[in-house]
């Protein structure tokens, strides 16, 4: 391992204590060779400076850390390194562990995890069908986003919310997405819904139930649940947004949910997780076995979602992971099974993207350049991802324009940036053809594939966008319409939604219809009749009887259906 020096007695010292414990612990496993590490290290070499927030890896085998770095700095501010025993927030890779506290009360006969959830928070709205605990780790149950409708009701991400916050804003949605377990839909709500239970049927937080039942038994001593905003934690990575203009704006927030994400841990740390799944001293074999089985619809539609894991395959072997988003972390935890190797990498930089950093870590590691023993000899288990095909600047930009979501209104912008595909929904992944007209979104941790079809009307292209086992989207190429500022004026005035007991003010300034509530201001892009599109937002305006415009429904990714009335 190489560590830079970077000018400063302190920071020499630090870089050196973190290169020294490096290649130690790597000792105890068997370590890349040097020519293999060395390739490692140039998947990070964006990050590996001093001016940069950066990455911790890790690179387990047969229960050992085979390989483990930092790269770039844990703090700018203070010129500290990242090392392998910085603290991370890991966003969504914590419901892995949410997933496994409630896998422990319904083995313990705590719960069921077929239970109405209503049976265990009574507060709960009467959907017209009843929401499971089951439905609520798989994802299938409906429940709406409350990140989503925090922000709809425009509380700043930056500032403080705490547990009451979230679940009086779930109480108050008179309806889920959709009928509970008809579609597989990504929801922190549920998660978080989840944290709720395990404090209710224990008696105590899920922070502490974790440690005790977790974190403390497998001996993951820098690894905590954080419900506590003002608690200092050592070795703690500060999360980063890039500026506009250059340079790097500190990225946190004083959330103070668990379930959905909260968990602060290492690399070293996620090793002593990683090996829980082949010698289980948490659970044991058939609770962890229970863990990595996908969920289904009332159909019978099998998903690969599992209980806070999804399972897939990359380059044709089998995989478990789940990566995490919040603030400025981000992370990532794979595994191959098969193998018994996992990679996890732990970021702190927003626009970073783990999924992708772990996945060509993965490829070399267990590429053929570096196969030997046992390892080597086992045979994949699905078929390898379709490879990449070139396509000309000419043939990809008959893919741009928008596209209208023909269920939800929803807009996608599609441009060209560095002769790639970018999606306005997912500007930091990486859209790769692997057809004429077929790509995959790579980096996501699920499989999201694009299709391009002639529109069979005989107008522009239909796009068909796969993510993972979620419903088919499907969108239209469209012209928008052109409303005159009297058009416009029609949509003009205060509108009320009870469920999120937010004011929105419409007003027409300078051609356009404008949105603006608590914390934001949107400007409106006029789709088809009555509908109109912003950013990760679709709204649809409703009329009366005398063609008066009433109110607007409005979508937003993981919250669909919010009804506001005209004032």
């Known amino acids: 391992m190489t560590c830079r020096i970077l000018g400063s007695v302190f920071v020499a010292i630090a870089c050196t204590q973190g290169a020294v414990a490096s290649r130690a612990l790597a000792q105890n496993g068997a370590s890349l060779p040097d020519t293999i590490a060395r390739r490692v290290d140039s ?14 890896l890790g690179v387990y085998r047969n229960d050992a850390l085979s390989y483990v770095r930092g790269y770039g700095m844990a703090n700018l501010e203070h010129a500290v390194p990242i090392t392998p025993k910085t603290v991370f927030d890991i966003g969504s890779t914590s419901k892995q562990f949410t997933a496994m506290s409630v896998s422990l009360l319904a083995r313990d006969g705590k719960l069921s995890l077929d239970d109405d959830i209503r049976k265990l928070i009574p507060e709960m709205p009467v959907y017209k069908r009843p929401v499971t605990v089951r439905q609520l780790v798989h994802h299938t149950g409906g429940v709406r986003d409350y990140l989503t409708l925090m922000d709809l009701r425009g509380i700043d991400f930056d500032g403080v919310t705490t547990d009451k916050d979230a679940l009086d804003l779930i109480v108050r949605q008179k309806e889920t997405n959709f009928e509970p377990g008809s579609e597989h839909l990504y929801s922190n709500s549920g998660y978080f819904l989840l944290s709720e239970i395990v404090k209710r049927q224990t008696g105590e937080t899920l922070s502490k139930f974790a440690q005790t039942n977790i974190f403390t038994p497998l001996g993951m001593s820098r690894t905590h649940i954080h419900d506590d905003h003002t608690m200092i934690v050592p070795g703690r990575a500060t999360g980063y947004a890039p500026r506009d203009e250059g340079g790097f704006e500190i990225s946190m927030s004083g959330f103070e949910q668990t379930g959905d994400g ?25 609770l962890i076995a229970q863990l990595q089985i996908p969920g289904k619809l009332n159909d019978g539609k099998q998903l690969t979602y599992a209980a806070g894991l999804t399972t897939g395959s990359h380059n044709g072997m089998k995989t478990v992971r789940h990566g995490g988003s919040w603030a400025g972390y981000r992370a990532e935890l794979l595994r191959f099974p098969e193998r018994h190797v996992s990679v996890a990498v732990l970021c702190n930089l927003a626009t970073s993207n783990p999924s992708t950093l772990a996945d060509r870590v993965a490829t070399i590691v267990l590429g053929p350049q570096q196969v030997a023993g046992p390892i080597s000899r086992q045979k994949p288990s699905a078929t390898k991802q379709p490879s990449a095909v070139k396509l000309s600047s000419a043939d990809l ?97 205060q509108y009320y939604s009870e469920e999120l007991d937010a004011t929105y003010a419409f007003s027409v300034d300078s051609g356009a219809l404008t949105l603006r509530r608590t914390g934001a201001e949107r400007r409106l892009q006029p789709t088809v009749a009555d509908s109109f599109s912003a950013r990760q937002l679709s709204l649809r305006f409703t009329r009366g009887a005398n063609n008066r415009v009433t109110g607007v429904s409005i979508n937003a990714g993981r919250v669909r259906n919010i009804r506001f009335e005209k004032r």
Do not use: H
Request: hydrophobic share 40%.
């Open 262 to 286: 909260a968990v602060m841990t290492t690399v070293e740390d996620l090793l002593l997780w990683d090996r829980n799944f082949y010698s289980p001293k948490v659970g044991d074999t058939a």
């Open 43 to 56: 998947v990070f070499v964006a990050y590996d400076k001093p001016d940069s927030p950066g990455c911790a």
């Open 397 to 493: 930009a008959r893919f741009t324009g928008s596209f209208r979501n023909t269920e939800s209104g929803d807009v996608l912008d599609i441009s060209i940036k560095n002769d790639k595909l970018l999606l306005s929904i997912a500007p930091y992944l990486d859209v790769v053809p692997v057809g004429a007209s077929r790509f995959e979104a790579r980096g996501a941790g699920v499989p999201i594939v694009l299709t391009f079809e002639p529109s069979k009307n005989g107008g522009g292209l239909t796009l068909r966008l796969v993510a993972g086992t979620q419903k088919p989207s499907i969108y239209a190429a469209f012209t928008p319409v052109v409303l005159t500022e009297a058009q416009l004026a029609e949509y003009a005035g």
